[in-house]
């Protein structure tokens, strides 16, 4: 090698040295931001490594997720497609429809945006009212189920117009999904995006570390002040979604109704399912698929997941006696950071 050469390479070798240097110190310099506000009726936390705050921008994209999703904005595209309007949708409420058809599918219609007719009759929802007789249940069971609805080209077509669609177990996820994607597209790599307990993550926490995510322990409290934790996952570049019949219910009788209907039966679910937590690649997914675990129990669960290697999964559950316990998939192995 002649010394011109090797010298072009020196050069070239520092040069790389001194950019990598450079790189990392301005990561290590910019600040983390810290945004929260309320979104789909709930509270939304965000944090994100970037100069500044992108807090308008990020409310604009979820905007346009409640633009497209959302029962209680009158204007919605769901809220018109349940006044049966006349309208054509956009790219969001496709893809969403289009993940909860394929998703009610694969879990024989446990998952089901459809069932807002009987989540209505339970009292939960946009509305309220006395707890549904057994003929009034079957009665709104004639126009619930996803063989009543289809979608093309832009178009919701309802083969009975009292079919009403509710996107509540999938919207938050897919909210997380939205503004995940949107830090990406400004070349953020570490962010943690959590709306309503739904999370997304990417790269490192200010702590320099993976990101770690809480799962809280079942109790029964109908405020959701509980924060006792049951274990913390370690679920960075990953989506996580948890449902749980101990965060919404309520009394009537004596007796306790859960937030979790059961399409097909059309009443609430009661087994000893307490908790799922459901971790993949998409948030929109994990928040689908952890609601249906709650309809379909653990047995029936845990085949859903044999067929669905890339989904994990982390169940708590009451046994016979009532004492809390743990299952987990083979696949949350090496993620779960504490467990009691």
Request: aromatic residues 10%; contains cysteine; positive net charge.
């Given at each position: 090698?002649?010394?011109?050469?090797?010298?072009?390479?020196?050069?070239?070798?520092?040069?790389?040295?001194?950019?990598?240097?450079?790189?990392?110190?301005?990561?290590?310099?910019?600040p983390y931001q810290y945004d929260t506000g309320f979104?789909?009726?709930?509270?939304?936390?965000?944090?994100?490594?970037?100069?500044?705050?992108?807090?308008?921008?990020?409310?604009?994209?979820?905007?346009?997720?409640?633009?497209?999703?959302?029962?209680?904005?009158?204007?919605?595209?769901?809220?018109?497609?349940?006044?049966?309007?006349?309208?054509?949708?956009?790219?969001?409420?496709?893809?969403?429809?289009?993940?909860?058809?394929?998703?009610?599918?694969?879990?024989?219609?446990?998952?089901?945006?459809?069932?807002?007719?009987?989540?209505?009759?339970?009292?939960?929802?946009?509305?309220?009212?006395?707890?549904?007789?057994?003929?009034?249940?079957?009665?709104?069971?004639?126009?619930?189920?996803?063989?009543?609805?289809?979608?093309?080209?832009?178009?919701?077509?309802?083969?009975?117009?009292?079919?009403?669609?509710?996107?509540?177990?999938?919207?938050?996820?897919?909210?997380?999904?939205?503004?995940?994607?949107?830090?990406?597209?400004?070349?953020?790599?570490?962010?943690?995006?959590?709306?309503?307990?739904?999370?997304?993550?990417?790269?490192?926490?200010?702590?320099?570390?993976?990101?770690?995510?809480?799962?809280?322990?079942?109790?029964?409290?109908?405020?959701?002040?509980?924060?006792?934790?049951?274990?913390?996952?370690?679920?960075?570049?990953?989506?996580?979604?948890?449902?749980?019949?101990?965060?919404?219910?309520?009394?009537?009788?004596?007796?306790?109704?859960?937030?979790?209907?059961?399409?097909?039966?059309?009443?609430?679910?009661?087994?000893?399912?307490?908790?799922?937590?459901?971790?993949?690649?998409?948030?929109?997914?994990?928040?689908?698929?952890?609601?249906?675990?709650?309809?379909?129990?653990?047995?029936?669960?845990?085949?859903?997941?044999?067929?669905?290697?890339?989904?994990?999964?982390?169940?708590?559950?009451?046994?016979?006696?009532?004492?809390?316990?743990?299952?987990?998939?083979?696949?949350?192995?090496?993620?779960?950071?504490?467990?009691?």
């Open positions: 090698m002649d010394k011109k050469k090797f010298w072009l390479k020196l050069l070239f070798l520092l040069f790389l040295i001194g950019a990598t240097v450079n790189i990392i110190s301005k990561q290590r310099n910019t979104i789909f009726g709930t509270v939304y936390h965000i944090t994100y490594q970037h100069d500044k705050s992108l807090n308008n921008e990020i409310v604009a994209e979820l905007n346009k997720v409640d633009a497209a999703l959302s029962m209680f904005n009158k204007k919605s595209e769901i809220t018109r497609i349940n006044n049966n309007e006349p309208i054509t949708v956009g790219k969001m409420f496709t893809d969403v429809f289009t993940l909860a058809e394929k998703i009610s599918a694969d879990t024989d219609g446990a998952f089901d945006i459809t069932v807002a007719p009987l989540v209505n009759a339970w009292g939960f929802g946009f509305k309220n009212g006395t707890l549904p007789t057994k003929e009034k249940i079957d009665s709104l069971k004639a126009f619930v189920g996803f063989d009543k609805v289809s979608l093309n080209d832009g178009k919701v077509k309802k083969s009975d117009p009292r079919t009403m669609l509710d996107c509540g177990a999938i919207a938050k996820g897919y909210g997380c999904d939205v503004v995940a994607d949107y830090m990406r597209r400004q070349g953020i790599e570490n962010f943690m995006v959590e709306i309503g307990g739904e999370v997304v993550t990417s790269g490192i926490s200010e702590k320099r570390v993976p990101w770690k995510i809480g799962v809280t322990k079942p109790s029964d409290d109908s405020t959701n002040t509980s924060k006792e934790l049951q274990t913390v996952l370690n679920i960075t570049d990953k989506a996580m979604a948890t449902s749980g019949n101990y965060r919404n219910f309520y009394f009537k009788n004596g007796r306790k109704y859960a937030h979790t209907i059961d399409p097909k039966s059309g009443f609430p679910v009661q087994h000893s399912l307490l908790s799922a937590t459901v971790v993949a690649n998409r948030c929109a997914t994990a928040d689908a698929y952890a609601t249906s675990f709650m309809v379909m129990g653990i047995e029936k669960a845990k085949k859903v997941l044999e067929r669905n290697p890339q989904l994990m999964a982390y169940f708590i559950y009451a046994d016979k006696d009532g004492k809390y316990k743990v299952w987990s998939s083979p696949s949350m192995k090496g993620k779960i950071i504490d467990g009691k």
